[in-house]
């Protein structure tokens, strides 16, 4: 590894200089976890690392109940699962970040670093596009938002400019009679990377009986996360049971569009992205009727 | 909850107490050192180039642009080797043996797996180092690899060496192959075995190739002096053993090499054959400086010494009454890309728990395009565990018979003869399968949908081998006890206390110091369950001739015959005079004025073995939606003859079963279409953390080991023997499936079930 140059920029305008002035030999860094594990190993180089944790602004949480939650991109997971309106409203995304790496890589990693990252088995990325997510990006030419399931481009590759940095992600505020749920499948129970990983939002009417809508996502089934419109529309309008949780998971299987590698083939991933819209609907559909 | 059980026979003063380690202290606050704490002046750091083929000819070597890079002193290939300046007369007999090993350590004509030395650096940084390696350009030329016993078994197969003849049960055969040698163990007449049988079932299993995983890389640093001293620190079970090899490769007397085993983070016979030691070695004689090389997760994954895959048959033939009457057994195991595969203690181990009366054992040793196999717990006794368990396991379920009640008819016991020869004396099988019997886990009924138990026995030799040790008594009464064994798993303490045990003082007034192989005698690997053993047995005898010398001093002092004084738990006493008295700390303060201190030493080479049993009890639970299993419950009993320090004891068992589920469950080399690794860090190489076990219970059954003064019998083997064919059967009991291939990760459980 050869040097590198290192800032810590206190103000996103200072960040976005740093970052313009080195273009795409520049890396933003936030918890560092996927960051210097790729540096160290040859798999990034870099001649500017400009460590973005000084940044108020991207290590904010806050939430408000008409615009929903916003979180600073640097935040780390622990903050999220340790704020009690996240507990309360946004169970989703409590389930992937208590569950990436392990308590001490929550202690650092963030889902800024998540999404911009950009891998295809991101457990955070399937929940914040099945509860309707958008980037918030400022870069030399201003900012712009950004919806979360338009955000990557393929694998480690998004829709960032050179200079740009991921400033915050927005999160609606969660409607009523609404749940969220993500699960991925691991060989092991801890420190692994999904092999498959499913993320659920559904709106139920006041009697908790039909769905008014619902939005689906998978995690390690393709080049980039995948929003399955289709499954999660097909939801729409139709009354609580096995037979719609059935055909939901048939179309998210459908989108599903894996390869075999070390760590699953395609028709263990396909079949698992089926057993898991089956299981984060059911979890999801209980959050939504207060049931747990 | 977990609980532990011990079941003794005899009780001692220090010997079977819970003592606590000398090194704890060190170990927990980081003060230990270990091989990459060695700060040396002048120290350089080197980096090793690999190959990134798992077969390729290497047509060219430029290393000129890393020489000028600014910071590098020195680079090598196996140009520098001695190999390269030797003749095929020069060597005569020992040509094969030397070139394997020299081309082990740097490749000459061909690189033989990914990951493969082709050339190292030696620079002022570790940055440096890495940056310099990158300019050194070789030209490949890339050759199908054979990755599997299978592919390298076929008769058009890619071949390693051109010049590997079959040593065919002692022949060698005219054609070059990647088979490096069959052999075969018969005993009884087969046919009539299988024509009394009125059960015969015949399966074929597959395991993948599994690495120790130990937690501290692989390191070394050498000076070579400019008077031909060589100096090597590293992390090693055997510093004895990489003298030699050193010696061997870099053809230097034995004599001048010096290695100074560090403390050691983990090595399960991965940490047996010299690697980088001849690589630093060679740099720093090359720069006159003092190297360090280290390897990174990814190169010890790539070119340490995983255990093999292997390709086994096992045929049993079975009466009725469930004795086993004949057993065809063919065993194909990878060696890696040089010969050495541990074929043969796995075909040695595969019947050692059973009577068996016809039987026929073939082992047939292939060289693939992998990183060489080393030894890993047990070495080959788990794959042939694997494969002979389960087919007992199917075997029991057809004839609707309780797989303990099966294996206490046929149980091997004393004076049962061996597959290969030796004769039992007496061993704790019996007992062991008793212990499961009676145990509460496998009494009580397992119940739930897509559960099963599993049942395995397991067996390893525990063979001696040379050990040394020496104790000086000190004026305060403690002794200096000096040996070569590197304390892996607890061995300071366990050695230490059969000294005390011997001399008959207290466990904390024995003070161990492991040395360098300057400063003792030969000592072999602490490795094979033998360290308790044999330098546990050195200890004592060198505890004896320290008591002879006491007893004599006592009698000079006393001015009376040697054999009217007698030394009797830790005191000298005379036979008739109960005036004349002294306790052994009496006696050490007297020493230096009359007639100066005393140390006792003794080498042993023990003959016989330990032989030593475990039967494991697992329940397991599958998702039917997933195929991932989650261990429910585990028990292992074992016998360990007598267990010096119980909770060692416990932790080698409970250890080697964590193992054992990694290897069933999920461990695995993962390689793409050319042989290239794709799982080498830890994160994809799947070993269980600490959130996929339950704990594991213990029983430690004591029958004593009649070769061993305190009885011991070894360790820290067996408990890795019985896991995998207890959970694949386990497995095979939830699903309705027989399990035949490992690992039965997710993936292939859940194809097995559709
Ligand atoms: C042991 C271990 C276990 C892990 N387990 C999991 C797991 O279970 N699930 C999982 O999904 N991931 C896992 N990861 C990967 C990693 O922890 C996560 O992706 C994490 O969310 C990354 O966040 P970070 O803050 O550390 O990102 P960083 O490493 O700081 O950054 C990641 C990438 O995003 C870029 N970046 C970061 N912030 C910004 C920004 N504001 N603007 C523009 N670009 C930015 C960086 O330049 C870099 O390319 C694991 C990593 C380790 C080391």
Known sequence: ?292 | MASNIVLSEVEYNVVGKRHLRPDGVDKVTGRAQYGADVQLTGLLQGKVLRSPHAHARIKSIDTSAAEAYPGVHAVVTAADLSFASLSREQLGGDYQRVKFASNHVLASEKALFKGHPIAAVAAESQHVAEEAVKLIKVEYEVLPPAMTVRQAMEPNASLLHEDLFTSELGELSDKPSNVASHMAFETGDLEQGVQQADVVLEREFETASVHQGYIEPHNSTAFWNTDGQLNIWCSTQGPFVVRTSVADILRHPVSRVKVTPMEIGGGFGGKITAYLEPIAALLSRKSGRPVKVLMSRTEVFEASGPAPGTWMKVKLGVTNEGKITAADIFLAFEAGAFPGSPVMQGAACALACYDVPNARINGYDVVVNKPKTAAYRAPGSPQAAFAVESVIDEICEQMGMDPVEFRLRNASREGVRRVEGPVFRRIGLVECLEAVRNHDHYKAPLEGPNRGRGVAAGFWFNRGFQSAVNISVNPDGTVNLIEGSVDIGGSRASIAQQAAETLGIAYEDVKPTVVDTDSIGYTMVTGGSRTTFATGWAAIEAAEDVKTQMVERAARIWDTPIEDVQYIDGVLSHKSDPELRMTFRELARQLLGTGGGITGASNVDPSGEGNGFGVHIVDVEVDPDTGKTTILRYTAVQDAGKAIHPSYVEGQMQGGVVQGIGWALNEEYFFNDQGQMMNSSFLDYRMPTALDLPMIDTVIVEVANPGHPYGVRGVGEVPIVPPLAAIGSAISHAVGQRIDRLPANPGAVLEAMS
């Open chain 1, 1 to 292: 590894m050869e040097a590198v140059e290192f800032t810590t920029p206190k103000t996103i305008d200072e960040a976005v200089q740093a970052m313009a002035s080195k273009g795409d030999r520049a890396r933003a860094l936030a918890g560092g976890t996927d960051l210097l594990v790729q540096l160290r190993g040859g798999r990034r180089s870099a001649d500017l690392v400009v460590d973005l944790k000084d940044v108020p602004e991207l290590n904010e949480i806050s939430y408000n109940a008409s615009s929903g939650l916003t979180i600073g991109a640097a935040t780390p997971c622990y903050r999220l699962y340790a704020d009690a309106n996240v507990a309360a409203n946004y169970p989703g995304l409590v389930d992937s970040a208590s569950l990436i790496g392990s308590i001490q890589i929550q202690g650092r990693a963030s889902l800024g670093g998540n999404l911009c990252n950009s891998a295809p088995s991101a457990d955070a990325i399937p929940p914040m596009i099945a509860l309707g997510s958008v980037a918030n990006v400022v870069g030399p030419n201003g900012s712009r938002q950004i919806p979360v399931e338009d955000f990557c481009t393929g694998p480690g590759r998004n829709v960032l400019e050179p200079g740009e940095i991921l400033v915050s992600i927005n999160v609606p505020a969660p409607p009523a009679n609404s749940g969220a749920s993500y699960l991925r499948f691991i060989p092991r129970n801890e420190m692994d990377i999904a092999v498959a990983g499913v993320g659920s939002a559904v709106v139920l009417d006041g009697s908790g009986q039909n769905f008014v809508s619902a939005r689906i996502s998978l995690a390690s089934v393709a080049p980039t996360p995948v929003f399955c419109k289709a499954a999660g529309d097909s939801l729409a309008g139709k009354a609580v049971s096995d037979e719609a949780i059935e055909e939901a998971a048939r179309l998210a299987m459908e989108d599903a569009k894996p390869i075999t590698d070390m760590r699953g083939t395609i028709r263990q991933r396909i079949h698992l992205v089926g057993v898991l819209t089956r299981r984060t609907l059911n979890i999801a559909i209980q959050r939504a009727r207060g049931e747990e």
